[in-house]
């Protein structure tokens, strides 16, 4: 059987341990077997069980406390990634070979990383076990602030060819209002959002540069949001079909039987969710 995965990557705080640890909830409550990895050698505290731990191969603190080496934190992580990269039987010995495995790998949020050191790490990941990517964004931006992480989701997307599904997370801080108001961003039109803040692009040269940005994402035209709001059920089942679908997952499983609690077949998430789409 192939083995899948989802490389959860994105700027640092966005979110990404608390999507693999909701994800893994949602999975477990639907009867799949999901398991997560930390690619962290940063990481202090995440609340998921792990089936592997970069930190048993290398941590950022002992890199940093060696003389020899005398990194800061970032240097310190580069290096982390790169010693990973040379060191990926460590990767494929702690996965081991169960069937239907499907991964939820915890990378690490320094954005420098997907230009360089990571992309290596991750591409030995996806050879090490299949493919699929999720990058998460905050739903609090600024507008300016936004079209850099766009442009950081972008390149991503452009530097590692295998599928991307874009999340904006921490959906559940925002107000009904604030919800409206996101959803223009969710799926963008560059150059309308361009004209409402051309208020503030008073230079000549910064209207030129924001425009060209526009353009380029707009070339691309695959940079579009799904909201992730962890209080919403139905909304992360949405996520989740929308990434299995990226990667064809399910196409050849076998029919499971539902787990029994306390004698009674359990009634899934997965069918109230189509159960409702039936009803409506
Ligand atoms: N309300 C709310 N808070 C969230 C959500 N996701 C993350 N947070 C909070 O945001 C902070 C950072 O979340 P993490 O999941 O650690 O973010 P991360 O991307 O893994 O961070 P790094 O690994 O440091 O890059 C924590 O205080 C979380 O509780 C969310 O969906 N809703
Ligand atoms: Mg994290």
Known sequence: MPRYAQLVMGPAGSGKSTYCATMLEHCQNLNRSVQVVNLDPAAEHFEYPVMADIRELIQVDDVMEDDSLRFGPNGGLIFCMEYFSNNFDWLEESLGHVEDDYI???????????????????????????VSRVWSLPGRLTVHGRDLQVMAALSAMVMLEIPQVNIMTKMD??????????????????????????VSLTSKKFRKLTKAICGLIDDYSMVRFLPFDRTDEEGINIVLQHIDFSIQYGEDLEFKEPKEIDGEPSNTNFDEFFQDRDDS
């Open 104 to 130: 939820l790998f915890d990378c690490p949020g320094q954005i420098e990383l997907y230009t360089s050191a990571c992309n290596e790490a991750a591409c030995g990941a996806t050879a090490a076990v299949g």
């Open 173 to 198: 801080l925002l107000s009904p209002k604030s919800k409206k108001e996101i959803e223009k961003y969710l799926d963008p039109d560059m150059y309308s959002m361009m004209e409402d803040n051309s």
